[in-house]
């Protein structure tokens, strides 16, 4: 693991197009970040990746950084691991071999389908659920004692 200083690293985006990372002087185009930790370290340990996918270093805190620089990481990030917090499931019913929540999310409502329902869900930490649907996307269930006393008694079925 390569880890860099904050000091020699800036971020540059032009409008619509991946970032530029100029490091020591040198520029890298169309680069790749990524977090090393997304799950469990959101806001640590940020990678640098060229345009052939070729890890260039890390930082350990993007908030080391010139605010414009981390500004764009957050943008990235945000966009990378975009993962909607379901707060309410309505109801779950089988359909075609496929289970599929009815859930409402901090994005609205929305159909959750799952060819597996035991292999898409993952407790990340007690009461800490995290759903991969039949097309990778992802949602968290950050608390499910947050979860009203339906949807609780729907998910604790489940896990």
Known sequence: MIFIDPA???LERQENQPPTLI????????IRIRQAFPLTAENAFVAFFDQEDQ???MIMDPADLDGHSTQIIN????????IPQITQ?????DRG????FVAVTDRGQLNISMRDL????????PNRILITDEYSNRYEIPD???LDRHSRRLIRRLI
Do not use: N, Q, T
């Not at 490091?23 to 169309?30: F, M, P």
């Not at 943008?75 to 975009?82: D, L, M, T, V």
């Open 8 to 10: 020699v690293i800036r």
């Open 97 to 100: 071999g496929k289970a599929i």
């Open 144 to 146: 499910v004692d947050r």
């Open 75 to 82: 943008e990235e990030i945000s966009w990378r691991y975009f």
């Open 55 to 57: 890890y260039l270093g």
């Open 23 to 30: 490091l020591s002087g040198d520029r890298y185009l169309d």
């Open 89 to 93: 499931i309505k109801e779950i019913h």
């Open 118 to 125: 035991r292999a898409s869900m993952v407790e990340l930490s």
